[in-house]
């Protein structure tokens, strides 16, 4: 008798539909897998067989058949145990072929039956959900992820023995509670790190306001403990809340990779990979072609602490995904394409040893390998970096004093009016902040006054900027009249702009 179950598969992060067929007939008993590459999914036999068996439910002695179509994709991981479970019952008439008709499967079995939690259930759910399918039965520990999935009734059983006795009509189980996204917007936390704690360093946090407001990516230079790393932990705290839709988008990510830890996320991500990380784990890739860092900064901020000290394969690898927002990986068969729009917020050292330009003079680097450390940081990354800044240490003043800086959301109040007002002005262009705009749209929205136009041909100059970094001045300074709430470019945005293109020619050239 021939049975057949619906299940899902993953395209990058895109869930498309597979049908398991078993075949149940005469012969030798036999239990054969077809359409399955992947090794994991023959160990699955012995699973399914197992826990069958120790479900009380009968495993046949007949030969069986499993077959999973379409054969040529790729579907890998012990996702399909359960549907293949569940065939087999179908097949051997312990279940109704009626009663599963248009339900999807998705879970690994343990030996003794218990249903297991896989990756990738969400995006899994979407795809099920906005194909009209109506009904899923998945892990009990995926419930959380896939309840704000709407249109789609839900079931998360522990154990294969309860999904067989609500589809054998002798135990029905309750659909998982739908989640609703507004609810916990509602219920957010304040920020665990919080602008208000940090002391002085006034001109940085103002950079850290402008590269939120308009998107860009930020580079701060100055010598250890004067808080970088601070600065930018803090950063998520004044970027706008994430829309559901990008909500949905970071946590099909973070399902695939693994990493979620139970629901949905609710926060902009905050990625800080190590400077040992390797090509791959920051931009993804490997035999399962899984997400890396970047992806799983999709939406939120990629923190590159001590950015000299990542390797310099890894940093260049970041130029294609800086300037798309996405980024291929190619797999043996195929290629995969993950989102990877991040915030790219990186700090480092002036020199070697950290002292070089400090009013004290301790430096005790070399100015070859002051230079040598410099170079590590290419031309063509800098490029990407629009916002540049030198953060030197507190003063001991500003570090005891009593005045109150601002919180977090006072700023986040100022950020969210600059990228509403990116927002009406790229509608329909496909663009949303100011660090996305090309050549054309920057002469459209960033025209100058003649007196201005004349400043800055002096500037340019002065300063011996090259073409593109006179674009991302323009860029910067657009973030800033936009803060300012102004509709023209003025010369103190301008003058303001200026200052973060300064670093850049005092180190690099
Ligand atoms: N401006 C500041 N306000 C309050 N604490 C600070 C400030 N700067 C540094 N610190 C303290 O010093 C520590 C080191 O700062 P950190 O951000 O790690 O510096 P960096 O990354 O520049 O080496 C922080 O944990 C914090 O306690
Ligand atoms: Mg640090
Ligand atoms: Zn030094």
């Not at 969400?122 to 906005?130: G, Q």
């Not at 050549?439 to 073409?467: V, Y």
């Amino acid at each position: 008798m021939i049975a057949k179950i619906l299940s899902f598969a993953l395209d990058g992060i895109d869930g498309y539909p597979v049908t398991v067929e078993t075949d149940i007939g005469g012969g030798l008993p036999a239990f054969d897998t077809v359409g399955l590459p992947d090794a994991a999914v023959k160990e699955s036999r012995d699973r399914v067989k197992s826990a069958i068996k120790n479900s009380t439910l009968n495993f046949p002695q007949m030969k069986i058949v499993a077959n999973l179509a379409p054969a040529d994709t790729r579907k890998e991981g012990s996702l399909y145990d359960l549907p293949i479970a569940m065939a087999i019952l179908t097949a051997t008439g312990q279940v109704d072929a009626h009663a599963t008709e248009g339900c999807v499967f998705i879970g690994e079995l343990s030996l003794k039956g218990e249903i297991r939690r896989v990756n990738g259930v969400l995006p899994m759910v979407i795809a099920a959900a906005s194909q009209g399918y109506k009904r899923i039965v998945l892990p009990a520990e995926n419930a959380e992820e896939a309840s704000y999935v709407e249109g789609i009734e839900i079931f998360a059983p522990a154990t294969l023995i309860e999904v067989f006795r609500h589809f054998a009509g002798l135990a029905p189980m309750s659909p998982v509670p739908a989640r609703r996204w507004s609810d916990v917007a509602a219920a957010r936390e304040n920020p665990a790190h919080d602008f208000a704690d940090i002391r002085g360093q006034y001109a940085a946090k103002r950079a850290m306001e402008i590269a939120a407001a308009g998107g860009h990516n930020i580079l701060m230079v100055g010598p250890p403990g004067s808080g970088k790393t601070m600065l930018a932990r803090a950063l998520p705290s004044i970027l706008p809340d994430m829309t559901f839709a990008e909500a949905l988008e970071v946590t099909k990510i973070h399902s695939i990779a693994g990493v979620l830890s139970g629901g949905i996320v609710t926060e902009r991500p905050f990625r800080s990979p190590h400077h040992t990380a390797s090509t791959v784990s920051l931009t993804g890739g490997g035999r399962r072609a899984e997400p890396g860092e970047i992806s799983l900064a999709n939406h939120g901020v990629l923190f590159l602490d001590e950015l000299p000290e990542y390797q310099h394969s890894a940093l260049e690898a970041l130029r294609q995904p800086l300037e798309d927002g996405f980024i291929t990986v190619t797999r043996v068969q195929n290629t995969v394409r993950y989102p990877a729009r991040f915030m790219l917020v990186a700090s480092m050292n002036p020199c070697p040893c950290g002292h070089y330009g400090d009013k004290n003079g301790q430096c005790r680097c070399t100015l070859q390998q002051i230079q040598r450390y410099l170079k590590k940081i290419s031309g063509p990354l800098l490029d990407r970096i629009d916002i540049q800044i030198e953060v030197p240490a507190v003063e001991y003043g500003e570090m005891v004093g009593k005045d109150k800086s601002e919180s977090s959301a006072v700023i986040r109040e100022r950020v969210c009016r600059a990228r509403e007002r990116q927002l009406e002005r790229y509608r329909g262009t496909g663009l949303y902040n100011n660090a996305q705009m090309d050549s054309t749209q920057i002469r459209r929205w960033c025209a100058l006054c003649p007196g201005d136009e004349k400043m800055m041909e002096q500037i340019f100059r002065r300063m011996n900027l090259s073409a593109r970094g006179y674009t991302r001045l323009l860029k910067v300074a657009r973030t800033i009249a936009d803060l300012a709430g102004e509709e023209n470019i003025g010369t103190e945005h301008l003058l303001e702009a200026v200052q973060y293109r300064s670093v850049d020619k005092k180190y690099w050239s």
